[in-house]
């Protein structure tokens, strides 16, 4: 959850860019005692760059999880030291599961904000609303790889409760630190675009290799939204998009305002749910064209490939 001001809207954005481009994953852990703390620190720099086996987790339903997140119990908790928003991470449990999870309880608007450095962004958010609004439209758009986070009350004050994803083998600034290769594969590129797509949907300012988590299984998480949902109708920029489910793009041309407030209205003003849609229809725009000048198979990444005909003889 590390934290960036930015002395510009250009700044912002080709810093914003710059460090999205490879991506990793989060995880959680059904007890306290983690290996991997990603909450006051960053995970614990792999030993070896072999994958560790990956341990059991608890295997809920949503409607499970959101009850769980809601409810559980608050056993242990502890002030996440990095980053910029008092975070906790603490042990929730309902008598039989025990899972961490991260409370998040920031809520700044500032008309202009001034950074320490002599920075200065317009209209500036910080607010766990949006950690709930970036899990809901991500699964408005087939996006699932973003942890789940409701709404709680945690002491009077209403949060984001979000949770602690499961299996954390290191993120993406770990990986390219230790040089640890990812697989050659397309599922694994394919994560890494919907990360572009989403992040430009949502205009990310925040989405620093320390918010993308890797799993030993190659999956790559995003955490933290609280500085996304900028009010800009136009993308951060284009070039980091490449290529798009066929789910998400037509999941992209649905979405309405209708859909929005639904889903994840009591979290997103009016204007920020406009500049969704703005965004959305550069996006849309966008990948469109890519399919008109490159073909569906150049452009679409869950569609069957076409191989050409071949014979034995």
């Known amino acids: 959850m590390r934290r960036f001001v930015f002395r510009s809207r250009t700044a912002l954005v080709s810093l914003a860019v710059c460090l999205c481009w490879n991506l990793p994953a989060q995880s959680s852990q059904t007890t306290t005692n983690l290996k991997v703390d990603r909450g006051g620190s960053s995970p614990a720099v792999p030993a070896s760059t072999e994958p560790p086996a990956l341990k059991p987790v608890p295997q809920l339903t949503d409607e499970q999880m ?16 990095e980053g910029t928003t008092a975070a906790l991470r603490v042990t929730l449990s309902d008598g039989q599961l025990k899972h961490d999870a991260q409370i998040q309880c920031i809520d700044v608007f500032k008309p202009v904000w001034k950074g320490s450095e002599g920075t200065v962004e317009k209209n ?14 991500g699964r408005l758009v087939g996006v699932r790889n973003i942890p789940m986070s409701v709404e709680r009350e945690v002491e009077g004050k209403l949060c984001s409760c979000t949770w602690w994803v499961d299996n954390v083998w290191m993120d993406e600034a770990q990986r390219r630190d230790k040089g640890i290769k990812p697989p050659a594969t397309d599922e694994w590129v394919n994560q890494l675009n919907d ?7 949502i205009y990310n300012t925040d989405r620093n290799q320390g918010n993308l988590l890797i799993t030993p299984d190659w999956k790559v998480w995003m955490i933290d939204h609280t500085r996304a949902f ?35 209205g009591p979290w997103l003003r009016t204007e920020e749910i406009n500049a969704v849609l703005a965004r959305r229809d550069l996006i849309v725009k966008f990948f469109e064209a890519e399919i008109r000048d490159k073909g569906q198979e150049a452009v679409l990444t869950d569609i069957p490939r076409k191989t050409p005909a071949v014979s034995v003889p």
Request: charged residues 30%; aromatic residues 10%; positive net charge.
């Open 124 to 137: 500036f958010r910080d607010t766990w609303k949006f950690n709930v609004a970036a899990f809901r439209l």
């Open 195 to 201: 990360v572009r797509v989403f992040d430009q949907l």
């Open 66 to 81: 959101e009850r769980f997140l809601k409810t559980g119990q608050i056993t242990n908790r502890k002030t996440i030291s």
């Open 230 to 264: 900028r009010i800009y109708p136009e993308l951060m920029k284009v070039e980091p998009l490449r290529r798009v489910s066929q789910t998400t793009l037509q999941a992209l041309r649905k979405l309405d305002v209708a859909a929005i407030q639904k889903t994840a």
